[in-house]
């Protein structure tokens, strides 16, 4: 049976370091927490590997310069950062590598769906259908739900009071997008012929 052991104490300020080597050390000790990571990394979980007088925003910021050219980048997702490859290497990394499981695996109906979700959320199943017209299956809301894309919102005040739907933070993920309100304006998308109702 293993103990538990603390953690061995990690030297945030790094006061033995002129403040050029504190500041790299500290940039590097970022880009570890978010190479590591698979989900965006808030500044808070950040803030933890630096000092108290660092700047999370300014470490990222450089990080980021630091990055131009390669052929990842560093996103601003879901209220945090993640390292995410640049979309001009898709091709190559779909030729190379398995990644089959980490794709997303919609159809073009499904899109429409959580596209109609994410802009009137929370929305029942029956909201779905005065949108759409039609029956939106359990199927559907489940494959979207798998995928972590959606997830249970609270209770409609309907009669029955059906379940809701929201979009989560693995949509914010999935869809390079910070928060809901980087989401493309409804009128333009309408304009676009791309109108979610």
């Not at 050390?25 to 808030?42: D, G, I, Q, T, Y």
């Amino acid at each position: 049976m293993a103990k538990d052991r603390p953690e061995p104490d990690l030297d945030r300020e790094l006061e033995d370091l002129p403040p050029e080597l504190r500041w790299r050390e500290w940039m590097k000790r970022v880009e570890a927490v978010l190479f590591a990571s698979a989900s965006p990394v808030s500044r808070e979980d950040l803030e933890k590997v630096v000092g108290q007088g660092a700047s999370v925003d300014l470490l990222v910021e450089d990080l980021a310069a630091d990055l131009e050219g390669r052929s990842f980048e560093l996103a601003s997702v879901s209220g945090g950062w993640m390292f995410r490859t640049r979309p001009a290497y898709a091709p190559a990394i779909r030729a190379a590598a398995d990644i089959g499981a980490q794709s997303l695996d919609l159809r073009e109906f499904d899109f429409a769906v959580l596209a109609a979700i994410a802009y009137h959320q929370p929305i029942t199943r029956d909201g779905l259908k005065d949108i759409f017209g039609k029956e939106i299956s359990r199927d559907l809301i489940g494959r979207l739900h798998a995928q972590g894309l959606i997830g249970t919102g609270p209770r409609s005040p309907r009669r029955g009071e059906p379940y809701t739907y929201v979009t989560t933070e693995q949509f914010l993920a999935a869809f390079g997008l910070e928060t809901l309100r980087d989401l493309p304006d409804r009128e333009q998308l309408a304009d676009a012929g791309l109108g979610t109702a």
